[in-house]
């Protein structure tokens, strides 16, 4: 996946159930809180793909990127769900009092981990995901006839933009049309990225 698919992919999934709690009317968390949540899991979508100097995120940090990619391969160790296993055993042991410790924390590895699952999405799947439990054996999330290859029309045309519409209307249902980006507001923000898609 592209990095765009990645972050809408993960806020996707993320905010599903606290835009239903929200619906219900259950949610009890700040503004702030929820935009440090959204900002962590965006980072977290990203950062496997620090083994990968062409990504975005290995263009920031080149240096760290070209070492990684050259001990372990892109989709390699940073690609295996036992690396966000053990940030969340880490995180649960040294469980921060503070509502935005909570949310960083849990949304970096909430995106991690749908970083993971989003590449298992791909045609190519992820070697060695379940390392070491089982070695040498691919996992994807489909049958591979049902997967797509990175930065395809598929990926481009199809999931990238149904991710993003699905985020915004979870974002929608989240904070209404009062949240504000800049000088526009949500409403404004959302009809200029559908005129884009469509």
């Known amino acids: 996946m592209i990095h765009k698919t990645h972050v809408s992919f993960a ?41 990968e100097p062409q990504s975005k995120i290995g263009q920031k940090f080149t240096a760290v990127s070209n070492l990684i990619k050259t001990l372990f391969g892109h989709r390699g160790v940073t690609h295996f769900f036992i690396v966000p296993a053990i940030l969340a055993v880490l995180f649960l ?6 509502s935005t410790y909570i949310a960083l924390g849990s949304g970096f590895i909430l995106g991690y981990t749908l970083h993971i699952v989003g590449d298992a999405f791909t045609k190519s799947g992820i070697q060695n995901a379940f390392w070491p439990f089982f070695k040498n054996k691919a996992f ?59």
Request: hydrophobic share 50%; glycine share 6%; proline share 5%.
């Open 11 to 51: 806020l996707c999934v993320c905010l599903a159930p606290v835009a239903a709690l929200s619906y219900f009317g259950s949610l009890n968390l700040s503004q702030e809180t929820l935009m440090q949540f959204i900002a962590a899991i965006s980072i977290g979508a990203l950062f496997p793909d620090i083994d």
């Open 93 to 98: 042991i040294f469980l921060p009092a503070n």
């Open 140 to 198: 994807g999330m489909l049958p591979k006839e049902f997967r797509f290859y990175t930065n395809s029309t598929v990926e481009l045309k199809l999931v990238l933009p149904l991710t993003m519409i699905l985020c915004g209307i979870e974002v929608y249902q989240i904070f209404g049309s009062d949240l504000k980006i800049g000088n526009q507001n949500l409403e404004q923000i959302l009809n200029q990225i559908l005129k884009a898609l469509l």
